[in-house]
């Protein structure tokens, strides 16, 4: 862009660079992003709704897309969005990962389910052959104090499966 400079009365001006970029448009465009991304992020999870647990334990690194089995509060198994049953799960799970031992495969339970029946959801599929298996827990929303053990020391770690805590020997 070149802007116009009133010359000394002449009739004729020149014609000066202008050196100031315009990012209004730039912002505009930022912000309609950002807003579709908000929209449709809570879209892209499975769709079956579950409450779960909450845990101070570290998220793991996920690989491209991990494949998802939910089991809600009434006990019904989920493979990714659809139902399947126990004896099933195996079959369906070798189908949708195509005999890949190796795909990540993450357990959703809710809170109410007994934790008898998530075990015995997590036998069946490492007996069927995959050994990336995981838990998934929601993290909590403040940090809880160690109200897990209230007669443990105070710097001793919670007593619970998850990694040990940065910066302790």
């Not at 802007?3 to 004729?12: L, P, Q, S, T, W």
């Not at 198994?77 to 004896?87: A, F, K, M, N, S």
């Not at 339970?109 to 599929?125: C, E, F």
Request: charge should be neutral.
């Amino acid at each position: 862009m070149a802007a116009f400079i009133a010359g000394n009365g002449k009739g004729r001006g020149r014609y000066r660079p202008l050196a100031e970029i315009n990012v209004t448009p730039l912002v505009d465009v930022m912000l309609v992003l950002l807003i579709i991304f908000m929209v449709t992020a809570p879209l892209m999870t499975s769709g079956v709704d579950v409450d779960l647990p909450k845990t101070d334990a570290k998220p793991l690194n996920s690989d491209s897309q991990p494949l998802t089995v939910t089991i809600n509060a009434e006990g019904k198994i989920y493979l990714q969005d659809t139902e399947v049953e126990l004896p099933d799960l195996v079959a369906k799970l070798q189908a949708v990962s195509q005999n890949n031992a190796e795909r990540r495969i993450f357990v959703r339970g809710d809170r109410a389910v007994s934790y008898g029946l998530v075990m015995q959801v997590m036998g069946t599929i490492t007996q069927g052959g995959f050994s990336k298996v995981a838990l998934l827990a929601e993290q909590p929303s403040t940090p809880a104090p160690n109200a897990a053990a209230p007669n443990a020391a105070p710097n001793a770690p919670a007593p619970h499966a998850g990694a040990a805590k940065p910066g302790r020997g």
